[in-house]
Nanobody
Framework: QVQLVESGGGLVQAGDSLSLSCKAS????????MGWFRQAPGKERELLGA????????YYVDSVKGRFFISRDNAKNTAYLQMNSLKPEDTAIYYC??????????????????????WGQGTLVTVSS
C-alpha cells in the first residue's frame, strides 16, 4: 500500500520552531519528488515548496522562503519541513505529496489537471499568539 504519513504537528507559540516529517511507504522514495503544502481554515491549499528526487535542489514559494526549509533522507524514506519563526497565520493543516515529476508538485495548486500521485493525510499545526 502506497502511503505518506505526516507527523510532528501540534500547538506552538508564535516565534517557535517546529519540524514536520513525512514517512513514505510502498513506493521507491528516491524516484519521487516531494512537496509540502498547507491549507488554512477557509482557504485553498497552497504550495510551500518541493524538492527534487536527490534533495540537492529545492523550490520555495516567496512567502516562506528563508523561514521554512525542506529536506529529505532517502535512506529513511522521509521528507522533512523545518518551520522557524512561526506566526499565527501559519496555522493550517500541513500535507506532503509525492510525484515522479517536480513540475507536477509545483503546479498542482494552480492546474487541477495536475495531481500528485500520492498525498499524505495531513497534520495540524496551530500557532498561538
Amino acid at each position: 500500500q502506497v502511503q505518506l504519513v505526516e507527523s510532528g504537528g501540534g500547538l506552538v507559540q508564535a516565534g517557535d520552531s517546529l519540524s514536520l516529517s513525512c514517512k513514505a511507504s510502498g513506493l521507491i522514495f528516491s524516484e519521487y519528488a516531494m512537496g509540502w503544502f498547507r491549507q488554512a481554515p477557509g482557504k485553498e491549499r497552497e504550495l510551500l515548496g518541493a524538492t527534487i528526487k536527490s534533495g540537492s535542489s529545492t523550490y520555495y514559494v516567496d512567502s516562506v522562503k528563508g523561514r521554512f526549509f525542506i529536506s529529505r533522507d532517502n535512506a529513511k524514506n522521509t521528507a522533512y519541513l523545518q518551520m522557524n519563526s512561526l506566526k499565527p497565520e501559519d496555522t493550517a493543516i500541513y500535507y506532503c505529496a509525492a510525484d515522479p515529476k517536480l513540475h507536477t508538485l509545483i503546479v498542482t495548486t494552480t492546474d487541477k489537471d495536475m495531481s500528485p500521485e500520492v498525498w499524505g493525510q495531513g497534520t495540524l499545526v496551530t500557532v498561538s499568539s
